[in-house]
T-cell receptor, first 111, second 115 residues
Framework: QKEVEQNSGPLSVPEGAIASLNCTYS??????FFWYRQYSGKSPELIMS????GDKEDGRFTAQLNKASQYVSLLIRDSQPSDSATYLC???????????FGGGTRLMVKP | DGGITQSPKYLFRKEGQNVTLSCEQN?????MYWYRQDPGQGLRLIYY???????QKGDIAEGYSVSREKKESFPLTVTSAQKNPTAFYLC??????????????FGPGTRLTVL
């Protein structure tokens, strides 16, 4: 049973809009979360990490964590066609020092 | 340049052959990981190693073997016992220890195809 769930998409948004990507997790021991971007045929690239409840902003990206509701989200403002990729959510349980990945959400930003 | 390298980029294997995928890092990271990714899927953990000369099985270790003789290197062997090895293989590394970040960084990957 997957412990990190994502909607596979595709999520389609127009250029300049806000893209909202969501992730839920079942293991309450998960304490840190990571968003990776993966272009087709390439390896994942880390874009955000978050481990405290609330929002964390970095440029056009905002990660949100709600441990009580067990969800993580990634907002991409002013979406660009170059943001079109698959976004992977991953949770880390400290004790095992291992990441559990969701299946990824494919984002398509249309010009 | 610091980073993680994987070789080869593409690998073709015949039925019944063992093949070894290379992973090297010069980030001075203690922990290294091997993942498998199938089309349209997330990443599944094959093996991981937190220190030299020690490694543990992940979720899908059957048909795979690893070694960790040096801190910088964590090769993965795909044996003939792995029934469906065609996939994208990703190596990653991270700083060890109970710290909030513990981000894992990935190499460019090896795409293995069974002929």
């Amino acid at each position: 049973q997957k412990e990190v769930e994502q909607n596979s998409g595709p999520l389609s948004v127009p250029e300049g809009a806000i893209a909202s990507l969501n992730c839920t997790y079942s293991d309450r021991g998960s304490q840190s979360f990571f968003w990776y971007r993966q272009y087709s045929g390439k390896s994942p690239e880390l874009i955000m990490s978050i481990y405290s409840n609330g929002d964390k902003e970095d440029g056009r990206f905002t990660a949100q964590l709600n441990k009580a509701s067990q969800y993580v989200s990634l907002l991409i403002r002013d979406s660009q066609p170059s943001d079109s990729a698959t976004y992977l959510c991953a949770g880390l349980v400290y004790a095992g020092n291992m990441l559990t990945f969701g299946g990824g959400t494919r984002l398509m930003v249309k010009p | 340049d610091g980073g993680i390298t994987q070789s080869p980029k593409y690998l073709f294997r015949k039925e019944g052959q063992n093949v070894t995928l290379s992973c090297e890092q010069n980030l001075n990271h203690d922990a290294m990981y091997w993942y498998r990714q199938d089309p349209g899927q997330g990443l599944r953990l094959i093996y991981y190693s937190q220190i030299v000369n020690d490694f543990q099985k992940g979720d899908i270790a059957e048909g795979y073997s690893v070694s960790r003789e040096k801190k910088e290197s964590f090769p993965l062997t795909v044996t003939s016992a792995q029934k469906n090895p065609t996939a994208f293989y990703l190596c990653a590394s991270s700083i060890q220890g109970i710290i909030p970040h513990n981000e894992q960084f990935f190499g460019p990957g090896t795409r293995l195809t069974v002929l």
